[in-house]
């Protein structure tokens, strides 16, 4: 009799990634996209993707996009 050590079970079982929270709103989701280790959530991204650049979110959300790009060329 063999006992083989199996982590995973019996039928499929996707990856349970720990949530990460949007650097835009602060929300925890699992939709989004990833730049460099910062993440965007679904909502947030197509809201960018909407905003004029004459709202006045857009500064905003430029300003949250720099935080990515300066850790990128830390
Ligand atoms: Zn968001």
């Known amino acids: 009799m063999k ?3 199996r982590a995973a079970h ?3 079982i996707p ?3 720990p949530l990460v929270s949007c650097i835009v709103c602060s929300t925890p989701s699992e939709l989004g996209i990833h730049i460099g280790d910062q993440f965007i959530c679904q909502r947030c991204e197509a809201e960018m993707v909407l905003t004029d650049v ?3 979110k ?3 959300f430029i300003k949250q996009m720099k935080k990515i ?3 990128e060329n830390a």
């Open 15 to 17: 990856p349970t990634d």
């Open 3 to 5: 006992q083989v050590k």
């Open 69 to 71: 790009w300066l850790k």
């Open 10 to 12: 019996s039928g499929h």
């Open 54 to 56: 004459t709202d006045e």
């Open 58 to 60: 857009y500064p905003f």
